[in-house]
């Protein structure tokens, strides 16, 4: 069995050098928590990027990996942290969120979170590492589990946040959700989180490996227009109540106390219209899914609701982050949602 270690290791130059030309015997190389830092044309500057937080999103490994094989000089200096390579090591490589019987990283972040153990010492490594070059901007590189279009995530909506997001993406989920996520915290710069597109598509390559050019060689991240970004408020979280369980099915399942569609994932792309069916559930019972707002209050009536034992949309949402892996659906969540007019309007 894995476990996170606490010790932080540098790769440099020799190493640099020598680094192998794919990117998973360059995985296979990795020990553990490993930083890169790369000097810039302007030195007094650093900007940092994370990435390998989830062990199964290798988007922004592979475009990091890749620019290392550059061997350009960046415009600053840049920091990379592969902040979990022991998950994405876990065989079958880059399928694993997080190494066995642990934790997801990204929710030990938040300083109030139980101390001591081995993933929030590796939250706290990460933290301190950010910390100690005081970068005037951070990208968190992710994958969605299930196919998707790229977005962004942030906590602020502010022009610096936005200027980093459009460096990737046209699409900005707002949130006030607080998970514990490295992306929610205060490092006195702007920080965003890349969800580059699903997991195992070269589309999402790409928007990393993109995104992260300008990252590196612009001179000022902070001078493009914004106005065409799309920004999404109010992300709700969609899971299951206590210990219900989920399963994925083209037909109701018995052995699971919900079914959702096997295609669910398709709604990600574009916006679920009001009357959706999602999935199927107990006729006469009430719902084990739970839709949990930025006030930490329990929407789900207003959202979907059961007929007759299928479950259908009561409103038109927007769905990401869907996935239909069992254990992040049941461990994490099935699913968030926004949408665009409050609540209150579109009850009656
Ligand atoms: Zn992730």
Redesign the pocket.
């Known amino acids: 069995m894995t476990h996170l270690h606490d010790k932080v290791y540098k790769l440099e130059a020799d190493q640099l050098a020598e680094l192998p030309k794919r990117a998973l015997p360059f995985l296979k190389s990795l020990r553990g928590l490993t930083v890169v830092d790369i000097s810039g044309k302007d030195s007094s500057r650093w900007r940092v990027v994370t990435t390998l937080?989830?062990g199964n999103?290798p988007s922004g490994f592979i475009a990091c990996h890749l620019w290392l094989l550059s061997k350009e000089i960046p415009s600053t200096n840049i920091r990379v942290i592969f902040c979990n390579p022991e998950a994405a090591q876990t065989k079958p490589y880059f399928t694993n969120?997080y190494v066995e019987n642990s934790e997801d990283l990204?929710r030990f972040f938040n300083r109030n979170h139980s101390k001591g153990s081995a993933v929030s010492i590796r939250a706290e490594r990460i933290m301190s590492l950010i910390h100690e070059v005081s970068p005037e901007a951070i990208v968190d590189l992710?994958?969605t589990s299930g196919n998707s279009p790229a977005f962004a995530v942030s906590v602020s909506e502010s022009q610096a946040h936005k200027q980093l997001v459009k460096l990737f993406t046209e699409s900005l989920i707002l949130t006030q959700l607080n998970v514990g996520a490295v992306m929610e915290q205060d490092f006195n710069a702007p920080i965003v989180t890349i969800?580059c597109g699903g997991a195992t598509e070269n589309s999402s390559h790409e928007v990393a490996a993109s995104g992260l050019y300008h990252f590196f060689n612009l001179e000022n991240l902070f001078a493009s227009d914004v106005s065409s970004l799309q920004v999404r408020r109010h992300p709700i979280r969609i899971e299951l109540t206590d210990d219900a369980s989920v399963g994925f099915a083209h037909h109701r399942l018995s052995t699971t106390d919900i079914t959702l569609r096997a295609d669910i994932e398709s709604l990600n792309r574009d916006l679920t219209p009001k009357e959706e069916f999602i999935g199927w559930c107990e006729p006469d019972e009430p719902l084990v899914i739970q839709a949990i707002d930025d006030q930490g209050l329990n929407q789900i009536e207003n959202f979907f609701e059961n007929r007759n034992g299928c479950i259908f949309t009561k409103v038109e949402l927007q769905l990401f982050m869907v996935t239909t892996v069992p254990e992040i659906a049941t461990r994490d969540c099935l699913f968030y949602t926004t949408l665009d007019k409050p609540v209150q309007q579109l009850v009656n």
């Open positions: 937080i989830h999103e969120r990204n992710h994958n969800e």
